[in-house]
């Protein structure tokens, strides 16, 4: 895409009327958003042929002039499309860019396509419009590894793996339950995405400069054109509104921050220490000093983006507090947030949903990992309450020593004799190594939502259900 310098002498075609002379190039460089706004092209045509459509339904301009700007305006697009169009920064953005053209391709019909309606009402349609796509896009995303964790928990259903706190162990869990704990703060993510694309499809078309037109436009047809719900109710709100962009960026960050998580996870995991998963070639990449190291770029840069997305959310927020109603150009601010944020989500997204479908989990290493650091302590205290009707706090303390004396002896609690555990409690009995082995443990817990893998499976058919 090729760019003109602009003539700074001769005022601007669109708006310059009133002005003697064109702006300073330094005033047109603050000024001009065509850099990024380009990216709103596709959504400012297809708005502005409804728009066409409507004033001629509605008797404003003739259907010959309606047709011959609905044409161009394809002609444009397909100029955009295929690279041949210049850019002009002096026409500042994208809707006065395409205007411009539009009246070198069809000549004076292009100049009634701004009737009842303004720059202010038309940026608010393209970019809401463009929002909205990308909330889809988001949604299709989490989708897909949404369905590729499923994948993996149904692998692994029944593998047992150390369950965390303070990443202390903690208790036994299975693989499966790990991943569909993912599952949840994904669709959670979905929800929101799906939330936050309801409240935005009303089509702000209509609203003109701030106060709606005295012309007798239909904004109904123009809403159901372009796929919006119904109109926005309140033509000043609706060139001030910049709520959709919030809550899209609101929802992403909070799926930056899951995707986060559950990167840092895969590189503990993926360590030489913990060697719970190998990742694929795909998806590492290698030192250029140090020949043995596979490392896990792709899931630390996943970790990072967070750091954009919520930066993007933070900074749309500041520039929006404070605007009094209606339009400002700080307005203009809010696009290149929202586009970089929108572009490392769907990359995160897709990279996450590789690296996990690539992903081998290593049955063998989690298992072992499993039954460390006395994680079924908790289920021997349980063994006390149940089969000697011991206060939960007493059978903790009991248990407590019992850890201790396995940590003195060097063993694990399961490691302990019959007599050792005498030594502790006289109660206890032999029936209590039953309880003491990671798969009983993780068996047991079949409580609603539990790590059992009886829980797990019937979580795993629910969710195939919903995704299908
Ligand atoms: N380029 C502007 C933006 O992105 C479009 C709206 C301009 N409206 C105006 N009254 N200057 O916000």
């Known amino acids: 895409m090729s760019d003109d310098t602009s003539d700074a002498k001769s005022a601007n075609t669109m708006w310059g009327g009133r002005f003697a002379e064109g702006p300073d190039a330094i005033m047109e460089a603050i000024n001009a958003s065509i850099g990024f706004d380009r990216r709103l092209a596709q959504q400012d045509i297809e708005g502005s042929?409804?728009?066409a459509a409507m004033l001629a339904a509605t008797g404003i301009?003739?259907?010959?002039?309606a047709e011959a700007i609905r044409e161009g305006l394809l002609t444009v697009l397909s100029e955009i499309e295929s690279g041949k169009f210049a850019?002009?920064?002096?026409?500042?953005?994208?809707?006065?860019?395409?205007?411009?053209?539009?009246?070198?391709?069809i000549g004076a019909p292009a100049g009634r396509l701004h009737t009842a309606r303004s720059r202010n009402d038309q940026v608010a349609l393209d970019f809401r419009m463009?929002?909205?796509e990308q909330a889809d896009a988001a949604i299709a995303g989490l989708e897909a590894l949404m369905k590729t964790l499923l994948a993996q928990a149904e692998a692994g259903a029944d593998w047992v793996m150390p369950g965390f706190t303070h990443l202390q162990v903690a208790q036994p869990v299975t693989w499966g339950h790990h991943m569909l704990a993912y599952v949840e703060m994904f669709a959670r993510d979905r929800a929101r995405f799906g939330d936050a694309r309801k409240r935005m499809n009303e089509c702000p078309l209509g609203a003109a400069a701030l106060a709606g037109t005295s012309f007798p436009i239909d904004r109904q047809m123009t809403a159901e054109a372009l796929g919006f719900d119904r109109p926005t109710a309140n033509s000043l709100d609706t060139v001030a509104d910049r709520d959709f962009a919030l809550e899209?960026?609101?929802a992403a960050a909070i799926t930056a921050m899951h995707?986060?998580?559950l990167a840092e996870e895969l590189v503990i995991w993926s360590s030489a220490q913990f060697r719970f998963v190998t990742l694929s070639d795909r998806f590492s990449t290698g030192s250029s000093i140090m020949p043995q190291k596979k490392n896990p770029d792709a899931a630390e840069l996943i970790r990072a983006k967070i750091g954009r997305i919520l930066g993007a959310l933070v900074a749309l927020f500041t520039v929006m507090k404070g605007l009094p109603l209606a339009y400002s150009k700080d307005m203009q601010e809010d696009k290149e947030q929202v586009f970089?944020?929108?572009d490392s989500l769907m990359l995160a997204l897709a990279a996450m949903e590789g690296m996990v479908s690539d992903m081998n989990a290593n049955r063998e290493a989690l298992e072992a990992a499993a039954g460390a650091g006395f994680s079924t302590a908790t289920d021997l205290a349980d063994w006390l309450v149940r089969a000697l009707n011991m206060p939960f706090r007493e059978a903790h303390h009991v248990t407590g020593a019992l850890v201790a004396l396995a940590e003195k002896k060097g063993v694990d609690l399961p490691d302990l004799t019959l007599d050792d555990?005498?030594?502790?409690?006289?109660g206890i009995t032999e029936d209590v190594f039953g309880v003491l082995g990671v798969h009983n443990s993780v068996a047991s817990r079949t409580s609603y939502g539990g790590t059992a893998p009886t829980q797990v499976r019937a979580q795993i058919k629910r969710w195939k259900e919903a995704l299908k």
């Open 259 to 261: 995707l986060s998580r």
């Open 87 to 105: 850019f002009s920064t002096a026409l500042e953005d994208i809707h006065m860019n395409v205007e411009a053209r539009l009246r070198e391709l």
């Open 61 to 65: 301009i003739t259907d010959k002039d």
């Open 49 to 51: 042929r409804a728009h």
């Open 340 to 342: 970089d944020a929108a």
């Open 130 to 132: 463009w929002v909205r």
């Open 248 to 250: 899209f960026l609101a």
């Open 421 to 426: 555990m005498k030594s502790v409690h006289e």
